[in-house]
């Protein structure tokens, strides 16, 4: 079974650095989507860049969101911080209560087009899913395991680093890796403010009712969800 999803893992990498970085070898199938006559491969801007540009936006969201949701999750879990879990659950649904469009659409009057709306849209809707697997997580490891710990004299702040965020890992881990699945597909909407990403390639393609474009970029943002999660899955294991 492992070393079935390891061979799908790699022929996914394979597939997708070969439309990245040699569109053209795809053109013969890429061409049966569109009319005659219409462009095949997306040139405006290089895929390969604007592949980077999606996972630097989608990594800098998720790095801040993983940050914030795991230290609201610790603090909502310890003994002072319980009455904050209606406050910090509230931050935290935010992001799913409001779509990104419309966080795209509050953001871009007051910071501008670009990278940041898309950034404040992702960090939002990334916050859930890590902050409740953290909670769930931390509130779930045996109490015998926490109770030896402090039987042996450790600190809480010892108990947490080298007992329970070790046993919680697991699922935090799966938090992380849903939140940045979901943000690899909602990033492409960043290019409807001028964020440079695989979105651009997906509207381009919806403008000029070319379906060649709207393949190459639906692809590339599946494939590159395909490859973080059976990463994340392998780094769990």
Same mark, same amino acid.
């Not at 890429?30 to 390969?48: E, H, S, T, V, W």
């Not at 999606?54 to 940050?67: N, P, Y």
């Given at each position: 079974?492992?070393?079935?999803?390891?061979?799908?893992?790699?022929?996914?990498?394979?597939?997708?650095?070969?439309?990245?970085?040699?569109?053209?070898?795809?053109?013969?199938?890429?061409?049966?989507?569109?009319d005659p006559g219409q462009?095949?491969?997306?040139?405006?801007?290089?895929?390969?860049?604007?592949?980077?540009?999606?996972?630097?936006?989608?990594?800098?969201?998720?790095?801040?969101?993983?940050?914030?949701?795991?230290?609201?999750?610790?603090?909502?879990?310890?003994?002072?911080?319980?009455?904050?879990?209606?406050?910090?659950? =509230? #931050?935290? %649904?935010? +992001?799913?209560?409001?779509?990104?469009?419309? !966080?795209? &659409?509050?953001?871009?009057?007051? @910071?501008?087009?670009?990278?940041?709306?898309?950034?404040?849209?992702?960090?939002?809707?990334?916050?859930?899913?890590?902050?409740?697997?953290?909670?769930?997580?931390?509130?779930?490891?045996?109490?015998?395991?926490?109770?030896?710990?402090?039987?042996?004299?450790?600190?809480?702040p010892a108990i947490l680093?080298?007992?329970?965020?070790?046993?919680?890992?697991?699922?935090?881990?799966?938090?992380?890796?849903?939140? =940045? #699945?979901? %943000?690899? +597909?909602?990033?492409?909407?960043?290019?409807? !403010?001028? &964020?440079?990403?695989?979105?651009? @390639?997906?509207?381009?393609?919806?403008?000029?009712?070319?379906?060649?474009?709207?393949?190459?970029?639906?692809?590339?943002?599946?494939?590159?969800?395909?490859?973080?999660?059976?990463?994340?899955?392998?780094?769990?294991?």
């Amino acid at each position: 079974m492992r070393r079935g999803r390891a061979i799908g893992l790699l022929i996914a990498a394979v597939l997708f650095l070969a439309l990245a970085l040699q569109p053209q070898l795809f053109a013969p199938l890429l061409a049966l989507l569109n009319d005659p006559g219409q462009q095949i491969i997306y040139d405006r801007q290089p895929l390969a860049m604007l592949v980077l540009w999606h996972v630097a936006v989608v990594a800098a969201a998720e790095t801040a969101a993983v940050i914030t949701a795991v230290a609201l999750g610790i603090l909502v879990t310890r003994n002072r911080g319980g009455d904050l879990m209606t406050l910090a659950r =509230t #931050i935290s %649904n935010l +992001g799913q209560t409001f779509p990104p469009i419309a !966080v795209l &659409a509050v953001t871009v009057p007051i @910071v501008g087009f670009g990278f940041e709306p898309t950034f404040i849209a992702l960090y939002a809707y990334g916050l859930l899913p890590v902050f409740e697997n953290t909670v769930a997580g931390l509130r779930g490891l045996p109490p015998a395991t926490l109770e030896a710990a402090r039987g042996m004299g450790m600190s809480k702040p010892a108990i947490l680093r080298q007992v329970e965020l070790p046993l919680a890992a697991p699922v935090i881990l799966a938090g992380i890796r849903i939140s =940045t #699945i979901i %943000n690899i +597909g909602t990033a492409t909407i960043g290019s409807t !403010v001028g &964020a440079k990403g695989l979105g651009e @390639v997906i509207i381009a393609g919806l403008q000029a009712g070319n379906q060649a474009f709207i393949a190459q970029g639906a692809i590339l943002v599946a494939l590159l969800a395909i490859i973080v999660d059976g990463a994340f899955r392998l780094f769990e294991r």
